[in-house]
């Protein structure tokens, strides 16, 4: 009661009479998106039932278990049944994520800190572009160009090719089942409601959680609160798009298209999810793209190596790619998640740690609990994601968090045992750090050093074992297994 007492407030306080009567905060979710995501439910529990079969000769081919013998010889041994029961588990625990830039730019308009800060819920996109200059945040998105993702572009409709090119738009009606606005592209605001946020899931464990080209702060929420809100694509339904529907010009990546994205998944059910994602990554070569052809049992093995099931230690997990972690299923949620429903902030190193725009987000994270936990991700400096469709296969550890020791909510709200230098290790750090930004462009050399010079608690994600409470802790201790939980929770659980 305490904690909706306060949201409510923080609500009211950061909104003015004019923009309640107009931008009102939407429900967590609408009547709409209830309707959607339950006939979403019922389709998903019989295309998942009709799938299993299938997954389980994937599991007993000989293919696999050769490859899992030389990478994951525990896995290797499991029978189909018992490998399929773990990779669910661990897909049940998996982190939820959503990434975003922490200050816009780009061609993504999405959430930010500065709309995180001034509104009561976690915009969308569509939601996020109809809030007029006047009404917005001083850094808040721009509006996209003409020609591009415009909500309020006039010349749009329903018959012309800008609207038949709209991935996004394509894929949230006939892919996720959202009604489609009156207008297309000039929805209402209670129909933008209506829509979805976008969000990766992290089985793979990738310590940025999502691919960072979608933004350099990445926000996971907790599974308990979003769990009726997600509707899984077996693959990133942009690539998807951008691959299979020929509306676009030539395929962009060298999909299988025969495997398709609907019916969705839920994360009650979704084998038909996890035999269609690991599919489609297997193009024959016929309809042009990029990517090297993969087959089943190579997709599945890269899957399982990079999980808890193939590496339980985070520190010996696989090293990742571009391509393992543009393979992510997309686990939308079809919903208006609050800032009570993430459970911590994933900041891309290399771009924040050291700047004006990482000390805002330290401060944003301590004034909702947040714990603000650094992602190495590629070693980069942040400033040159690759582009949009560019895959490659560069590899990078993939596995390197470390839980930030400065902020309110690690010395009061965690159990973490923070080691007694962490904390002036890293003030230390951000000093050099904050020095190099001002002295120019920042290397890759500089970013590794300040990395080097840290003491802290590292972190893996929460496996679906490794803690009595996945949803309330934020971390495994990566030297110990200790889990870094709310103190609240842990305190509960000794009662």
């Not at 099931?309 to 391509?323: I, K």
């Not at 690759?386 to 009061?412: E, K, V």
């Not at 990395?451 to 802790?473: F, S």
Request: with cysteine.
């Amino acid at each position: 009661l305490t904690s909706l007492a306060a949201r409510r407030c923080w609500t009211v306080v950061n909104m003015t009479s004019q923009h309640q009567f107009q931008f009102p905060t939407p429900p967590v979710q609408t009547p709409v998106q209830a309707s959607v995501r339950a006939a979403s439910e019922r389709a998903a529990a019989a295309a998942s039932a009709a799938a299993t079969p299938r997954v389980l000769e994937l599991f007993a081919s000989p293919e696999l278990r050769r490859l899992l013998s030389a990478c994951c010889p525990a896995a290797a041994k499991l029978s189909p049944e018992r490998l399929l029961d773990r990779v669910r588990a661990e897909a049940k625990a998996a982190e939820i994520v959503h990434n975003f830039p922490a200050r816009p730019a780009g061609e993504f308009v999405d959430v930010s800190m500065a709309s995180l800060e001034k509104y009561g819920f976690f915009l969308n996109q569509w939601q996020a572009q109809l809030i007029p200059p006047a009404e917005a945040p001083p850094d808040a998105s721009p509006v996209w160009t003409p020609g591009a993702f415009d909500p309020r572009s006039t010349a749009a409709n329903a018959s012309s090719a800008h609207y038949k090119n709209l991935g996004p738009q394509i894929a949230e009606i006939s892919i996720f089942g959202c009604p489609p606005f009156a207008r297309p592209l000039r929805p209402t605001w209670d129909e933008a409601a209506n829509r979805l946020v976008y969000a990766a899931h992290n089985i793979r464990r990738l310590d940025t959680g999502s691919a960072p080209l979608f933004g350099n702060v990445g926000a996971v929420f907790r599974t308990s609160r979003v769990r009726k809100m997600v509707e899984i694509a077996p693959i990133d339904t942009g690539i998807w798009e951008a691959s299979c529907n020929d509306t676009y010009g030539p395929p962009r990546f060298n999909l299988d298209c025969s495997y398709p994205m609907a019916p969705v998944g839920t994360l009650d059910h979704f084998d038909h999810v996890l035999y269609r994602g690991l599919g489609s990554w297997g193009g024959d070569g016929s309809r042009g793209g990029r990517l090297p052809r993969r087959s089943l049992a190579q997709s599945a093995a890269e899957l399982i190596a990079r999980s808890a099931v193939g590496s339980p230690s985070y520190r010996d997990a696989p090293n990742a790619t571009e391509l393992s972690a543009g393979s992510y299923w997309e686990a939308n949620l079809l919903g208006n998640p609050r800032p009570d429903d993430i459970k911590l902030v994933l900041p891309f190193f290399g771009a924040l740690f050291g700047s004006a725009d990482g000390a805002r987000l330290r401060r944003l994270a301590d004034s909702h609990g947040w714990p603000v936990v650094w992602a190495l991700g590629d070693g980069g400096n942040g400033t040159a994601p690759p582009p949009h469709g560019a895959l490659s296969g560069t590899a990078y550890p993939g596995n390197r968090r470390l839980l930030d020791p400065t902020t309110r909510t690690a010395q009061r709200r965690l159990n973490a045992s923070l080691p007694p230098g962490s904390a002036a290790s890293f003030e230390r750090a951000w000093a050099a750090a904050a020095g190099d930004r001002r002295a120019g462009p920042v290397s890759r050399a500089q970013v590794q050093r300040w990395w080097a010079g840290l003491e802290g608690v590292r972190l893996a994600p929460v496996a679906a074992a490794a803690c009595a409470d996945t949803d309330g802790c934020v971390g495994v201790v990566v030297d110990t297994g200790a889990c870094v939980c709310e103190r609240v929770l842990v305190e509960a659980a000794s009662v």
